[in-house]
């Protein structure tokens, strides 16, 4: 039972533009949503969260949004670099953290 | 430096050999527990402790055991591997708010032939 789905395995992206990566959960009781980055032969890093009470949190380039209604965030990176192709997985936590399958994002310069 | 370590980092064993992987934590979390990441299948918990003698089972346990007597250390014992057991594991932890972020190790990339 996969409650937290992420749909595209990669993406790819001029650097300088907007890179785009979605995610999609079911369970509704979730009470706040990650994004981590994974870099080959390291750990994921934390990156980014955001209570489901809110509907948008920035941080410099990276920016999240929820979408409650549609069981949907996503996060955008504005302006894309090279340095930012990595593996990145969403989460959701409860109890306990929940991560989706990644997705690849390579920023081409 | 505030760190999640875990060893060895690469291992090859054979189907039944008894092994642990070790994970210590060096940031006074309560909160520690066990990954494994397989293509596709993103990163799946084993088992997660929310402090001191207090473990349970994630989503796939089976093949699994842990122990937490001390809050740093949160070992992963797997009695008697299978192939299917090949993977990458990661060790994390966190404060007990995960909003925060969990704080992973390097990873164990784990052979059973």
């Known amino acids: 039972d996969q409650q937290v789905k992420q749909n595209s395995p990669s993406l790819s992206v001029q650097e300088g533009r907007i890179s785009i990566l979605n995610c999609d959960y079911t369970?509704?009781?979730?009470?706040?949503f990650l994004w981590y980055k994974k870099y080959p032969a390291e750990g994921p890093t934390f990156l980014i969260s955001?209570?489901?009470?809110?509907d948008k949190n920035e941080d410099g380039r990276f920016t999240v949004f929820l979408n409650k209604s549609a069981k949907h965030l996503s996060l955008h990176i504005v302006p894309s670099q090279p340095g930012d192709s990595a593996v990145y997985f969403c989460?959701?936590?409860?109890?306990?953290?929940?991560f989706g399958a990644g997705t690849r994002l390579t920023v081409k310069p | 430096e505030a760190q999640v370590t875990q060893n060895p980092r690469y291992l090859i064993t054979v189907t039944g050999k008894k092994l642990t992987v070790t994970c210590s934590q060096n940031?006074?979390?309560?909160?520690m527990s066990w990954y494994r990441q397989d293509p596709g299948l993103g990163l799946r918990q084993i088992y997660y402790?929310?402090?001191?003698?207090?473990?349970d089972k994630g989503d796939v346990p089976e093949g699994y055991k842990v122990s937490r007597k001390e809050k740093r250390n949160f070992p992963l014992i797997l009695e008697s591997p299978s192939p299917n057991q090949t993977s990458l594991y990661f060790c994390?932890?966190?404060?007990?708010?995960?909003?925060?972020?969990?704080?992973f190790g390097s990873g164990t990339r784990l052979t059973v032939v």
């Open positions: 989460a959701a936590s409860l109890r306990d953290m929940r």
């Open positions: 402790s929310m402090n001191v003698e207090v473990t």
């Open positions: 369970n509704s009781m979730f009470d706040y």
């Open positions: 940031m006074n979390h309560e909160y």
């Open positions: 955001i209570s489901s009470i809110k």
């Open positions: 994390a932890s966190s404060t007990f708010r995960a909003n925060y972020g969990y704080t």
